[in-house]
């Protein structure tokens, strides 16, 4: 069973910083791309950035201002996020997808950290 476990949300204000962390239990995540999404009240959830092999990658909306890393040896990855905006404002969710040594498919999500950006 994997577990994946956000911490870091909370308050900031316009072009402050906050820093999302996503520790994962069980034996996948070195196999894992890791993710981060975002999901605004009345709005569809969004990805925000991805790592896997070495490779980001981010939307336009957070390009240059978030940062995306990983530590395969605490199984954690991060979500550096600067110059926030109101817009920010979401409940962040972390997703590890991919398949184990022995083929199977996997996709797990965590329960999600509220972060809010506001004066």
């Known amino acids: 069973q994997v577990q994946l476990v956000e911490s870091g949300g909370g308050l900031a204000q316009p072009g402050g910083s906050l820093r999302l962390s996503c520790a994962a239990s069980?034996?996948?995540?070195?196999?894992?791309?890791m993710a981060w999404y975002r999901q605004a009240p009345g709005k569809q959830r969004e990805l925000v950035a991805t790592?896997?092999?070495?490779?980001?990658d981010y939307s336009d909306s957070v390009k240059g201002r978030f940062t995306i890393s990983r530590d395969n040896v605490k199984n954690t990855v991060y979500l550096q996020m600067n110059s926030l905006k109101p817009e920010d404002t979401a409940v962040y969710y972390c997703?590890?997808?991919?398949?184990?040594?022995?083929?199977?498919?996997?996709?797990?999500w965590g329960q999600g950290t509220q972060v809010t950006v506001s004066s």
């Open positions: 069980g034996s996948i995540f070195s196999a894992a791309a």
């Open positions: 997703n590890a997808n991919g398949r184990t040594a022995g083929g199977t498919k996997f996709d797990y």
């Open positions: 790592t896997r092999g070495g490779r980001t």
